[in-house]
């Protein structure tokens, strides 16, 4: 019989993810309990050492804070990584996919198909970036996932009014065209180095947007290899063992790789697919730490 392991479920509250990881850890013999990010401390030539008392790390969100509130919780994912800890994700993988232009870059600079793309710090680049991507282009916040805080622009009135009223804020502007799509496109989840399962998720009504937190449905789809090449692809190329990849269809039939999410939700993708997420995810850290 297995050792029982102690797994960390960095979070910011016990919601629905932690509670199926929970459930998931108990039926695998395993415990895990929610750890709040916002109150780990480190000690450096003393204690504290941070989550001495787990044997993996599952991260399940990595909360807004200052620049320096950021760096430090990365730090000490680093630290713990540095022990042997098993970090689902790594720190060097979550660092890449929690900053959509650093993303789209990495996967744009390997040869994977992503939309065009401009990211700026002012309003006025940001409006030739509106008309050199065909005066038609999706703003999403740099931070962000479930499609919240996106907005679809192809009035320029409204764009400059937009970009304006983001600049005041500090805001960088993330501003990418407008792919037309057939009205859905396909989350594949991805697990070590494998497509563990994947849905197709269809946009509601009067929607452009597919996330099903946004409105979207979800049905269960079989990838095709090519499909499935580009997810692996992404995934590998962001450095990450687990992973929601976002894969959009375009007008001609063209694949494009929308998303890298590192921190990727299952609470529509499981119901919808039978797959247990939360069990594959604990079994495969749980895997990693060593006897």
């Given at each position: 019989?297995?050792?029982?392991?102690?797994?960390?479920l960095?979070?910011?509250?016990?919601?629905?993810?932690v509670?199926?990881?929970?459930?998931?850890a108990?039926?695998?013999?395993?415990?895990?309990?929610?750890?709040d990010?916002?109150?780990?401390?480190?000690?450096?030539?003393?204690?504290?050492?941070?989550?001495?008392d787990?044997?993996a790390v599952?991260?399940?969100?990595?909360?807004p804070?200052?620049?320096?509130?950021?760096v430090f919780?990365m730090?000490?994912?680093?630290?713990?990584?540095?022990?042997?800890?098993?970090?689902?994700?790594?720190?060097?993988?979550?660092?890449?996919?929690?900053?959509?232009y650093?993303?789209?870059?990495?996967l744009?600079?390997?040869?994977?198909?992503?939309?065009?793309?401009?990211?700026?710090?002012?309003?006025?680049?940001a409006?030739?970036?509106f008309?050199?991507l065909?005066?038609?282009?999706?703003?999403?916040?740099?931070?962000?996932?479930?499609?919240?805080?996106?907005?679809?622009?192809?009035d320029?009135?409204?764009?400059w009014r937009?970009f304006?009223?983001?600049?005041?804020?500090?805001?960088?502007?993330?501003?990418?065209?407008?792919?037309?799509h057939?009205?859905?496109?396909?989350?594949?989840?991805v697990?070590?180095?494998?497509?563990?399962?994947?849905?197709r998720?269809?946009?509601?009504?009067?929607?452009?947007?597919?996330?099903?937190?946004?409105?979207?449905?979800?049905?269960?789809?079989?990838?095709?290899?090519?499909?499935?090449?580009?997810?692996?692809?992404?995934?590998?190329?962001?450095?990450?063992?687990?992973?929601?990849?976002?894969?959009?269809?375009?007008?001609?039939?063209?694949?494009?790789?929308?998303?890298?999410?590192?921190?990727?939700?299952?609470?529509?993708?499981?119901?919808?697919?039978?797959?247990d997420?939360?069990?594959e995810?604990?079994?495969?850290?749980?895997?990693?730490?060593?006897?």
């Open positions: 019989m297995s050792k029982t392991q102690r797994i960390a960095l979070s910011s509250g016990t919601g629905w993810h509670a199926d990881l929970c459930r998931a108990a039926a695998l013999g395993h415990v895990a309990s929610p750890v990010f916002r109150r780990l401390t480190a000690g450096v030539a003393c204690a504290p050492q941070p989550l001495a787990f044997d599952i991260v399940r969100t990595m909360p804070g200052s620049l320096e509130q950021v919780r730090d000490l994912l680093q630290s713990v990584a540095a022990r042997g800890v098993p970090v689902l994700n790594s720190p060097r993988a979550l660092e890449s996919c929690v900053d959509k650093l993303t789209t870059a990495r744009a600079q390997t040869g994977l198909p992503v939309p065009a793309t401009v990211v700026c710090q002012h309003a006025d680049a409006l030739e970036a008309t050199a065909g005066g038609d282009v999706v703003v999403k916040p740099l931070f962000g996932s479930e499609g919240r805080g996106m907005v679809r622009i192809s320029p009135e409204l764009a937009t304006r009223t983001l600049e005041r804020t500090g805001a960088v502007l993330y501003l990418q065209q407008m792919i037309r057939p009205g859905w496109d396909l989350r594949v989840f697990l070590a180095g494998r497509i563990l399962t994947a849905m998720r269809r946009s509601s009504a009067g929607n452009w947007r597919t996330n099903v937190a946004q409105g979207g449905k979800g049905e269960p789809v079989t990838v095709t290899s090519e499909q499935a090449d580009l997810a692996l692809r992404a995934a590998e190329v962001l450095g990450t063992e687990a992973a929601g990849i976002d894969l959009l269809p375009g007008p001609a039939g063209q694949w494009y790789v929308l998303e890298v999410n590192a921190v990727p939700g299952w609470r529509a993708l499981a119901p919808v697919t039978g797959v997420v939360a069990l995810l604990v079994r495969h850290v749980t895997r990693r730490v060593r006897r």
